[in-house]
């Protein structure tokens, strides 16, 4: 049990963490900061907070326990807004989807308090954002990667862990590195993917009329391409260097169809086709394998 949340971005990822432990009974209290105050008080209507924070400092002040849910990009100054206020002993984590560049800031910022820092990364979420959009059952069934650090306190990870597994989640640890390395290739390049292959379907003179006609397919493949666009600038920034190495290998693997496509190579065609096709009807979805210098 914590005695209280401080819950920095009050938006649909902390507000479901929020409304998950206050569920399974694990805080007394949560108060929250968000850089607009229409999204706190929204927040407290919605019942994921209890009280609304004038500033992240005074969010944290008092709490065993901060989450801080906020884009990529403003890690560093959210840890520089919140570092002296850090409560001896307490547990402090982030939602981040990258997370050598969060580790990064953590350790320039954080210094001596940089052993209270359990990076997190939920692989939960959904197309709309927004506190609107919190759901108590959010990470229920999910996997939620941590990436502790050498100096992170050993009882905090574990109390990481122990938070994470009492909302539902399936808890799994990796370096920083190895974090960043497999969602560029499994969450970063689809979404990059997506971006670009609507584009290039809706800005076709006549891509409006496509769009008429597209069907379950299309819908399917092109369901991220909806999702947030400032989270996804950050983290595809963030993350560009191991996006561009998958970016490179998927357009080899794209390479090898169109030369065959073009010699209308229909043998060659279909067994470029049959591994993929084979390998992704035994995938089982959650089953993430990490590679060596990852741990669980």
Not at 16 to 34: D, E, M, P, T
Not at 87 to 110: F, I, N, Q, Y
Request: net charge positive.
């Amino acid at each position: 049990m914590f005695a209280q949340l401080g819950l920095i971005g009050c938006g649909m990822m902390g507000g479901s963490f929020a409304l998950a432990l206050k569920r399974a009974g694990l805080v007394q209290r949560v108060v929250g900061y968000s850089k607009s105050p229409s999204t706190t008080e929204r927040a407290r209507k919605l019942g994921a907070i209890d009280v609304a924070a004038e500033s992240a400092l005074l969010a944290v002040a008092g709490s065993d326990l901060v989450l801080i849910a906020v884009p990529v990009a403003a890690t560093e100054t959210t840890l520089k807004a919140i570092r002296l206020g850090l409560e001896p002993g307490a547990l402090l984590m982030d939602v981040g989807s990258t997370k050598r560049d969060v580790v990064d800031a953590a350790r320039r910022v954080l210094r001596d308090r940089l052993s209270a820092f359990v990076p997190a990364h939920p692989i939960a979420g959904k197309e709309s954002a927004g506190i609107q959009n919190a759901d108590a059952d959010l990470y229920r069934g999910r996997q939620v990667i941590l990436t502790p650090l050498p100096q992170t306190d050993v009882g905090l990870t574990q109390k990481a862990t122990d938070v994470w597994s009492a909302v539902g989640a399936q808890v799994l640890k990796m370096t920083p590195e190895n974090h960043d390395a497999a969602f560029a290739a499994v969450s970063h390049l689809p979404h990059l993917l997506a971006f670009a292959y609507f584009s290039a379907v809706v800005n076709q003179p006549a891509g409006r009329d496509f769009l008429s006609l597209a069907g379950p397919g299309f819908r399917d493949f092109t369901r991220i391409a909806a999702s947030n666009p400032e989270v996804w600038r950050d983290i595809l920034v963030a993350n560009r260097e191991e996006v561009l190495k998958q970016s490179q290998l998927f357009r080899h693997a794209l390479d090898a169809l169109e030369l065959v496509l073009r010699s209308a190579n229909a043998e060659a065609l279909e067994d470029l086709i049959r591994g993929p096709s084979e390998g992704r009807s035994n995938w089982q979805m959650g089953a993430l394998r990490v590679g060596p210098g990852t741990g669980r």
